[in-house]
């Protein structure tokens, strides 16, 4: 029994860690697939994080950032760039806007290196939620179930992992790998 007490309580931590590194990252996104530039500074991530915000959003102020930084990543890889906002709504106008100018627009002329300035070979640019570690691995693994359940959708929203089935479907709110499998049992 008092292991079972034991286990219990350290779920519990964990589960009140992971909500505090989910509400500290409630105004940041990721921009992902941006090349590493040598003697990289701080500036640098700056005038990026503008120049992605001008091209998705032209006629729009932009947004007061409160902090810009790179992740550590293996020497080569283009680690992503976490941008900070003053406000969660300030975040989310970006992200909508991303999502905005994205949609209907063919896979070559989404949001790329070429529209944000960044020289060399045209890459795909990905802008999205901010999230813990432990939360991108269940957000990958949601993907991964997605592709192979043919699920149409799956996505993130402040924090939180989505998938829905098809248009018009309700969405479903994925908190763990259990759900997951709940998901696979077919309903009586």
């Not at 020289?119 to 570690?133: C, E, F, N, S, T």
Request: charged letters at 25%.
């Amino acid at each position: 029994m008092e292991n079972n007490d034991q286990r219990n309580y350290i779920l519990n931590l964990e589960k009140k860690l992971e909500d505090l590194q989910s509400s500290s990252r409630s105004s940041c996104i990721e921009i992902r697939n941006v090349p590493v530039v040598e003697k990289e500074t701080v500036g640098d991530l700056i005038s990026i994080v503008l120049k992605t915000f001008e091209t998705i959003q032209p006629s729009e102020k932009p947004p007061q950032l409160r902090d810009v930084y790179r992740l550590p990543g293996k020497k080569g890889s283009n680690s992503p760039i976490v941008a900070e906002f003053l406000t969660v709504p300030a975040k989310i106008q970006v992200l909508e806007a991303c999502h905005a100018f994205n949609k209907g627009l063919p896979s070559t002329e989404k949001l790329n290196t070429d529209h944000i300035g960044v020289p060399g070979q045209v890459k795909p640019v990905y802008i999205a939620d901010h999230l813990p570690r432990s939360q991108r691995q269940l957000f990958f693994e949601a993907r991964s179930f997605a592709k192979t359940n043919k699920y149409k959708f799956c996505w993130s929203q402040n924090g939180k992992i989505f998938l829905r089935k098809s248009e018009g479907m309700d969405s479903v709110v994925i908190r763990s790998t259990s759900c997951l499998k709940k998901l696979l049992i077919p309903e009586k």
